[in-house]
T-cell receptor, first 117, second 113 residues
């Protein structure tokens, strides 16, 4: 099955700096790569996702890049703010039985991001 | 529009007791999932249901059973709870094709003593 490795496990940055979290995956059939943010005591929430036919996607201060050849993808957060402090999870998903994606996600172990004021 | 609703939010069981965690979604999603979250382990898939009428094992199914009661509801049962099942349990739902990722429930914090 799929195996997703995520690094680093903890990351501390100063407010205004950039943060980068990296993930690798093992299954070349994976074609959907979402990122989730989980605040303390809350549920994970989707912040951005990318599909295998796209190399990069941006949404305001957040961007994700994908290198299918190397089987890795990264989350980039620019101009970090204290409210960005949370645990971030990457995930990967193969095609579903019907040929679609967004199915049976395998998650990385998470990165605790702390943004210091 | 409540999204994904899980009950209960907290539960303490004694070793050997049984219980059922309930999950319901009102987004007309086809697929539903049960994950457990343990410190440093991320989210691990217990069971999933790709569509109404089907269920399959995930990464850590031992000690659990599931029922896809209808398109809205997907329950997780612990027949004989063990301390190793102390965890936070999340239910989630999604569209199989396209869509915007999983929608998670608020979680159930289970302690087995």
């Amino acid at each position: 099955g799929e195996n997703v490795e995520q690094h680093p496990s903890t990351l501390s940055v100063q407010e205004g700096d950039s943060a980068v979290i990296k993930c690798t995956y093992s299954d070349s059939a994976s074609n959907y790569f979402p990122w989730y943010k989980q605040e303390l005591g809350k549920r994970p929430q989707l912040i951005i996702d990318i599909r295998s036919n796209v190399g990069e996607k941006k949404d305001q201060r957040i961007a994700v890049t994908l290198n299918k050849t190397a089987k890795h993808f990264s989350l980039h957060i620019t101009e970090t703010q204290p409210e960005d402090s949370a645990v971030y999870f990457c995930a990967a998903s193969p095609s579903s039985v019907s040929g679609g994606s967004n199915y049976k996600l395998t998650f990385g172990k998470g990165t605790l991001l702390t943004v210091n004021p | 529009n409540a999204g994904v609703t899980q009950t209960p939010k907290f539960q303490v069981l004694k070793t050997g007791q049984s219980m059922t965690l309930q999950c319901a979604q009102d987004m007309n999603h086809n697929s539903m999932y049960w994950y457990r979250q343990d410190p440093g382990m991320g989210l691990r898939l217990i069971y999933y249901s790709a569509s109404e009428g089907t269920t399959d094992k995930g990464e850590v199914p031992n000690g659990y059973n599931v029922s896809r009661l209808n398109k809205r509801e997907f329950s997780l049962r612990l027949e004989s709870a063990a301390p190793s099942q102390t965890s936070v349990y999340f239910c989630a739902s999604s569209e199989v094709d396209g869509g915007r990722g999983y929608t998670f429930g608020s979680g159930t914090r289970l302690t087995v003593v």
